[in-house]
């Protein structure tokens, strides 16, 4: 599963990727892999009232990644509850950010994968 943010011919960089860049206005094109590179924690909350079939509590941080033509920020569920501001974290694959027969769409019609924010320290 890919991690990647989306970028437009003017070099601006958004995630999750649009068909058109909300900056300028342009398709965007190219897409960066997140994947590999680690990100800065922005900031973060933990919530205590979830959707059907996601960890309770769930923390998720704003994770800033520092490219060659700027920064794309990034949302999404940690790893642990032990995470602070400033923090640096690398995306990993999980099998599932969620439990699949919790929601009410059928499993087979979602992707249950995904990326967890995992401190480096």
Do not use: K
């Not at 922005?42 to 979830?50: D, I």
């Not at 769409?105 to 249950?112: F, I, L, N, V, Y």
């Amino acid at each position: 599963m890919a991690f990647e943010a989306h970028r437009c011919p003017n070099g601006h960089l958004t995630y999750p990727g649009h068909y058109l860049c909300p900056e300028c206005g342009e398709r965007q094109t190219d897409t960066v892999d997140l994947s590999d590179r680690t990100g800065t924690v922005v900031t973060w909350t933990t919530s205590t009232a979830t959707p059907p079939g996601v960890r309770e509590p769930n923390t998720l941080a704003i994770v800033a990644f520092e490219l060659e033509e700027g920064t794309v920020r990034a949302l999404g569920q940690c790893t642990t509850d032990e995470i602070e501001t400033g923090d640096e974290v690398e995306p990993v694959l999980v099998e599932q950010l969620r439990d699949p027969g919790a929601g009410i769409r059928a499993e087979e019609s979602q992707e249950w994968d995904g990326y967890r924010f995992d401190p480096t320290h």
